[in-house]
Nanobody
């Protein structure tokens, strides 16, 4: 399984970006998916997760109300819409496919990871 994340870039504080994560295998549509991020010099942290049908979503407290996770199983793609971006959101963002139905905050519950896309928010 290969995951291709895209959509990162440089944006000013208060701006928006939309990340996409395309899965190479159709079976990803049967798995939970998640987004994590790793800020400079810090540990990787959970951002958002979505169930395989898309009906259930989870968010880190730091992004609730600003970020929205979604997926289109016909395209094998998950998205992360990021609004009201802050400099603290600067990080490399990774998408991941859960082990089975997993879509929570534990990195160990994810089986496959993309290479990451850089998001930089300037003040």
């Amino acid at each position: 399984v290969q995951l291709q994340a895209s959509g990162g870039g440089l944006v000013q504080s208060g701006g928006s970006l939309r990340l996409s994560c395309m899965c190479s295998r159709r079976t990803c549509s049967n798995n939970g998916m998640g987004w994590f991020r790793q800020p400079p010099g810090k540990e990787r942290e959970f951002v958002a997760g979505i169930s395989w049908r898309g009906g259930d979503k989870r968010y880190a407290d730091s992004v609730k109300g600003r970020f929205t996770i979604s997926r289109d199983n016909t395209k094998g793609t998950a998205y992360l819409q990021m609004d009201s971006l802050k400099p603290d959101d600067t990080a490399v963002y990774y998408c991941a496919v859960g082990r089975g139905a997993s879509y929570g905050g534990d990195p160990g519950s994810y089986a496959y990871w993309g290479k990451g896309t850089q998001v930089t928010v300037s003040s």
